[in-house]
């Protein structure tokens, strides 16, 4: 699985697929991957735990966040292959490792799309409550992943195209939404009251932590990225400088233009609609629908790559490593994520997805990490193309904030994640009987 010299610039690479994605289309998956439906969510959320004093949460989740950034920037820099975090700790840690972080990973990437293709039926019914009764709603869900899995299958160029397209136009909305509600801003508004107390404060930060997490998801493809050892660090840096001042503006608005801010249940419609009218509040529909349509294609461009490079090691059946002959896609892979991915959407049954989500993700976030000063000492890996900044003190800083977000997880929580993790056991012992068997 070692990448060949001039790989980067080779069309097609030892894995058998094709590099197809540049530089701008990766700042696109970074930020397809992180901005999704929170935003359009989480403004209320966290100013009912805290007031303006949401802002500060904003910057200091950014400044934790970016620890761990630049935790993947120098990893991800040594690497040209297709696996992202679980290639990180296959490499750092050994295949058990790697194999229960890339399992996880992809856990997370199928729950996610079944709980967002509900959603994304929910803003639907905003114009068509139809999309959301009984008869339509399995007609629609197998539309949009048919559509979606037909479109990776096709090739890594056609979705990174796609995921240009839904990243402007899930920007284009959240840009107009601050461009024009600054200036309908109440001043006023924004000044903060008395401090919050320290667990409505933590409340408020592992919300807004986790609405900057995701970039992982768009580091898996690789092994389709041209130059990714440059790549992806500029990618990654680039998105977050996007991101974090773009969130901010949106909570300033929101503050500064919405009085039942604390109680909406839709916080950026009901602010364009006081500012803008009715035709604000729909601009801000569409946008949220385009931001979970660019978010779905995102993951099943992720996905389905898990499961490729586990093949590629042996540590899943070799079907799950085949190419089209075609598109050089691993489109075995894409469609049987994307099966799994209907299955699990139209079954309504997540095994507690939220929190599977949010702690398996805090585990892959910990592995890459740590995995820092370990590849730093390893000879026979590639050496970094990017450092982070700090060295160690990045590192330990990064993971004591994962070891406190993993302590808020309750023991129901701990147990599903638990369960996870002895079903991938499970399904590693059965990948290597079975690569024994056919040797």
């Known amino acids: ?35 999704g439906a929170g935003i359009f969510g989480l403004p209320s959320r966290v100013h009912a735990l805290l007031g303006p004093w949401a802002l500060l949460a904003y910057l ?34 050994g295949p058990v490792a790697g194999f229960q972080v890339g399992w996880l990973v992809w856990l997370t990437r199928v729950t996610a799309f079944a709980a967002l293709c509900n959603l994304l039926l929910d803003y639907l019914a905003y114009f068509w409550p139809a999309a959301a009764s009984p008869a339509w709603r399995p007609v629609l869900v197998s539309a949009v992943v048919a559509i979606i899995v037909a479109v990776n299958i096709r090739g890594v ?17 959240l840009l107009l939404f601050v461009g024009v509600g600054l200036w309908f801003v109440e001043p006023a508004r924004l000044v903060p009251g008395d401090a919050p107390g320290v667990g409505d404060f933590s409340a408020g930060m592992l919300l807004l932590v986790f609405a900057f997490t995701g970039f992982e998801t768009a580091t898996v493809p690789a092994g389709e990225v041209r130059d990714p050892r ?15 001042p773009l969130y901010v503006l949106v909570q300033v608005v929101s503050i500064g233009t919405l009085p039942g801010l604390a109680t909406s249940t839709r916080p950026l419609a009901d602010a364009a ?7 604000g509040a729909s601009v801000v529909v569409v946008g949220a629908l385009v931001s979970i349509a660019g978010t779905l294609n995102g993951l099943v461009l992720a996905a389905p790559r898990l499961l490729f490079a586990m093949a590629g090691n042996g540590e899943l059946p070799a079907l799950f490593a085949r190419t089209h002959p075609r598109h050089h896609t691993p489109h075995v892979a894409i469609m049987l994520t994307g099966l799994a991915m209907l299955v699990m959407t139209l079954s309504g049954s997540f095994l507690s997805a939220v929190a599977i989500s949010t702690l398996t993700r805090l585990l892959a976030y910990a592995a890459t990490c740590a995995a820092v000063p370990v590849l730093r000492r390893r000879a026979d890996v590639a050496p970094a193309l990017f450092r982070a900044p700090g060295g160690m003190a990045t590192v330990i800083v990064a993971l004591a904030v994962i070891a406190w977000l993993l302590a808020q997880g309750s023991a129901r929580e701990l ?22 068997a056919l040797a």
């Open 1 to 35: 699985m070692a990448a060949r010299p001039g790989v980067a610039d080779d069309p097609r690479t030892g894995e058998g697929l094709v590099r197809g994605i540049g530089r701008a289309s990766m700042v696109a998956l970074f930020i397809n991957a992180v901005v």
């Open 60 to 93: 200091a989740c950014a400044l934790l966040v970016l620890l761990v950034v630049l935790c993947f920037a120098e990893v991800g820099s040594r690497f040209e292959r297709t696996g992202g975090p679980y290639l990180y700790a296959r490499e750092a840690f």
């Open 157 to 173: 160029r056609p979705a990174a195209i796609v995921a240009n397209v839904f990243t402007v136009g899930k920007l284009v909305p």
């Open 230 to 244: 440059r790549t992806l660090p500029f990618a990654i840096l680039a998105a977050l400088a996007v991101i974090v």
């Open 273 to 279: 609609g006081s500012f803008a009218g009715t035709l």
């Open 415 to 436: 147990r599903d994640v638990a369960i996870a993790m002895a079903l991938g056991f499970a399904l590693l012992w059965l990948g290597r009987r079975r690569s024994r």
